[in-house]
């Protein structure tokens, strides 16, 4: 066992430090150091390792492994003391997340009798698992007001060291998982966990706490949130968003989703009339189609048209008397080949797929009245439909 010295314990806003490597090690293929002291986090606990460098060179990750602190590098430095260098901005986003997280889990305890039973902290959002198997939306209220008290209340954040024999004296909102020395996190007077997390000096700096949706998981409600600068990374996203809808209707922020209902009823309506007004025309073109057909075949590449509106048309000409079609089409990333016959026609249009596949390479299949090909050189579109039009000759 390695005993680094954990400076981030003592003070979380140190982001520059001075240590001696004490042992180099292999981690993953990447040189890693262990170092005699560190103010480097290493993955714990639901919070990520800090960002940062050492002796200029990118640390990858920090890792607890082998009763270590492991600083995993992106290359090997040189021998002699080195001088760490944290990513202050994440850290301290770190610290709030983290902070945020003690707090309202126990306004959830506290409240609603609501239980922590995991947290993640992403690199967007965190998640709170609370042993709850449902929650009204006036209470999940309660929670979010009662955290946000407890900010603007400027709460001391203690951190303090009790031995295992002694932790009883403390009103932890868990029992600890650690043994031996156990470190306290106090929200002053409100919370207490046993936690080796960073946080913040009050919890002013934590900043506004707001719960996002929430999912059903193990029984339990896994909530996102989010805390301090990305909460109002977020109200920012998302007011101008709102703000960019509700000018685009010429409405107030609060009428959007009225405004949004009413466009997508409107939009279904038109949907179906325009799918009437395309069955009409196909209906009408069709008979066009089939009073200039000579014979029985009809064929063609249909250059203006999506496959789905050369299918509609196929489907409608074949309607029509007794006739076989093959169309092609074009559309975005493949030319389509359709082939359909009336249902008084004999021929298994499947037999064609074998002919098509020896002039181009074709996926697809269908019924015996009804095949649809796909190619991916749309360059021989042409071809195949003059292949298919020929055997449909022949055999239709
Ligand atoms: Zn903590």
């Known amino acids: 066992m390695t005993d680094t010295k954990r400076l981030y314990y003592d003070d979380a806003y140190l982001v520059d430090f001075e240590a001696d490597v004490v042992e180099r090690r292999e981690h993953e293929g990447q040189p890693a150091v262990v ?29 607890e492994a082998d009763g270590a602190i492991l600083h995993v590098l992106r290359s090997a430095i ?70 946000n008290d407890v900010v603007r209340e400027d709460r001391e954040v203690k951190t303090y060291f009790v031995p295992e024999e002694r932790i009883g004296e403390v009103p932890l909102r868990r029992p600890p998982k650690k043994t031996g020395l156990l470190r306290v996190v106090e929200v002053d007077g409100f919370d207490y966990s046993a936690c080796g997390g960073t946080h913040v000096r009050r919890t002013g700096e934590i900043g506004l706490i707001r719960i996002g949706p929430a999912e059903k998981i193990r029984g339990n409600l896994r909530f996102e949130f989010l805390c301090g600068g990305r909460a109002l990374r977020d109200y920012r996203l998302k007011d101008r968003a709102i703000r960019r809808l509700a000018s685009m209707f010429s409405s107030s922020a609060g009428d959007v989703p009225g405004q949004v209902e009413k ?25 066009g189609i089939v009073k200039a057909a000579q014979g029985r075949v009809i064929s063609g590449v249909l250059e203006d048209r999506s496959p789905e509106e050369a299918r509609f048309l196929a489907l409608n000409v074949i309607r029509r008397g007794d006739l076989a079609v093959a169309y092609g089409a074009r559309g975005e990333a493949q030319a389509h080949l359709i082939l359909a016959r009336s249902e008084s026609l004999k021929a298994d249009l499947r037999q064609l797929v074998p002919i098509i596949a020896a002039v181009v390479p074709v996926k697809g299949g269908g019924g015996p009245s009804l095949v649809e090909l796909v190619m991916t050189d749309k360059g021989r579109l042409k071809e195949a439909v003059e292949a298919a039009a020929a055997w449909l000759a022949e055999n239709a």
């Open 35 to 63: 170092l005699d002291r560190t103010a480097f986090y290493p993955e714990s606990g639901g919070q990520p390792w800090d960002k940062g460098t050492i002796n200029g060179v990118e640390v990858l990750k920090v890792v």
């Open 78 to 147: 040189g021998p002699g003391p080195v001088h760490g260098r944290i990513d202050a901005a994440t850290r301290f986003d770190h610290m709030q997340q983290h902070t945020g997280q003690h707090v309202l889990s126990q306004a959830f305890f506290e409240l609603v009798k609501g239980e922590t039973r995991s947290f993640h902290m992403g690199p967007d959002v965190s998640t709170l698992e609370i042993g709850l198997g449902g929650i009204a939306d006036r209470d999940l209220d309660r929670v979010e007001d009662r955290a």
């Open 263 to 287: 466009l997508a009823t409107e939009h279904k309506a038109l949907k179906k009339r325009a799918r009437h007004l395309e069955e009409r025309l196909a209906a009408f073109e069709a008979d």
